[in-house]
């Protein structure tokens, strides 16, 4: 036993409805992108071809989700809002069923008896209902308050939320800044977006139209409305089956989707958009398999662009591991994603990946005395490069083994950090090019446009979601690409905090411009790079942690090949 704080003993009691209903609301739906995710599902299940998200500011205020559905009859509509109702397990005599053996196997994505208390719990919910009926139904919580009157509407389903989170103070001061948790939003629908291409969906953003898709049940339409013709037209469907054991147990597990180019990527896997049974959630094991059946396609550091479905029998994934559903535990998990990674390797071995792209030499600039600095490498002498990729120096008796890349992701990575102190190296772009954003990203790049300014990027807003970029940063001279303002959004838009934000934002700036794989470089360039390598605070490894430097001792050489050291001097 305890005591409370007017110091009274306090036992164990059964909170009252309401209390539990806020617990479980704050399990279920923490942030505005929440809420929308519950609703998209139940769009779905409900057999929905046109879903519209409307969302004024970051979501709190307003979320709207109206769908063409089957929509609900009054009765059902009001058990709807109630706790612990579902009309998603069991059939037509589903009061005879077992529900947790149907939970086991059910097929859909949601339990609309699960998410609708749970966000009115957290605000005012107002659902607006016809199941084809001659009148629809409205019914209202607010305040724990039900009401249910007559509506107009056409067959399908509208659910309004507002002031979300207005009741939790806590909950709401927990959430990111209005254009951030836009970003959450916008990337929830574009998952689904992705994912479920047989359904047209809108995404509608303080009266303007974000992205729209046709819902025609082509992947690359799908693509095209979220992202843009480059990444829709430089990638490849697919569809595999593959069979998958466990404990004697064999079955069909179906691979699809699309996969952009090698020649089309990005600095994360937050790119890669993975479902199991129709469900879009960003799972790791997925993302990792993809990654691998793409293979040494990819630029060392770079993920790529892609949509991968995952089907198997229900009973095959459980979608319950998680209160807010951002987990799915499959069965035979290893076998399946192998089964992935192996769809992906086929598909793209028969793909045509053919590119072309002009690499920039000129390292006049980009090798100039980084400070006065002594260098820890001033001694060093290089004496050679090996297949493009490594410089071999002799210094104090050592073999040194220098990584060009990685070595030059260094420079870079010190330069841009020092240049935000002061007046950033930038490179106009004339003309002005246009690169066309992600949702997420559109709205990263509003909020954060003062912090790309102050690492050398000038860009602008030109309407349905891309931006002119008129000025990009150079680094010694060497300038990134226009189309590197991605990464740079995807940095600041995933960093926990906005200084990791920032930090890994630099980090893959520093790699845009850096020597790649093959570039021969003559003698006194290789020697410039191990000079300003030296310079560097860390010269040791580059920004994302490899190495930069290996060392072969004499010794090492001396028992390899059984001969006596050599005496200098």
Known sequence: MTEDSTGTEAGVRRLDDETVARIAAGEVVTRPEDAVVELLENAIDAGSTRVTVTVEGDGTDLLRVRDDGRGMSESDAALAVE??????????????????????????????????????????????????????????????????????????????????????????????SSRAEFARVSDAVSRYALVHPEVAFTLVHDGSEVFTTPGSGADADAVLGVYDRDVAGQSTTFEAERTVEDDGESVTVTVDGLLAYPSVTRARRDHVYTAVNGRAFPSNALRRAVVEGYGDLLPDGRAPVAVVRVSLPPSWADHNVHPAKREVRLRAGAAVTEAVRDAVAEALATADLRRSGELDLDLERSLEPLSETESEFEDATVIGQYRGLYLLCESDGELLVVDQHAAHERVNYERLRAATEGAPDSAAVDPPATVSL????????????????????????????????????????????????????????????????????????ACHPSLKAGEELSDEDAAALVERLGECERPYACPHGRPTVLTIDEETLVRGFGRRATRMG
Request: no cysteine; aromatic share 2%.
């Open 438 to 509: 992600s949702p997420a990203l559109a709205a990263t790049a509003a909020e954060r446009r003062e912090e790309l300014a102050a690492l050398g990027y000038d860009i602008d807003p030109f309407g349905g979601g891309t931006v002119r970029v008129a000025a990009v940063p150079a680094p010694m001279g060497r300038a990134a690409s226009p189309e590197s303002v991605r990464d740079a959004l995807d940095a600041l838009a995933n960093g926990e905090t906005p200084d990791a934000g920032r930090e890994e934002m630099l980090k893959d700036l």
């Open 83 to 176: 706790r612990h109702t579902t009309s998603k397990l069991g059939g037509a005599d589903r009061a005879s069923s077992d529900p947790a053996d149907a939970l086991e196997t059910v097929e859909t994505l949601g339990f609309r008896g699960e998410a609708l208390p749970s966000i009115a719990a957290a605000g005012t919910l107002e659902l607006v209902t016809n199941d084809g009926g001659p009148r629809g139904t409205r019914v209202r919580v607010e305040g724990g308050e039900k009401t249910v009157t007559a509506a107009g509407r056409a067959r399908g389903t509208t659910v309004e939320v507002r002031d979300l989170f207005a009741e939790m103070p806590a909950r709401r001061r927990s959430l990111a």
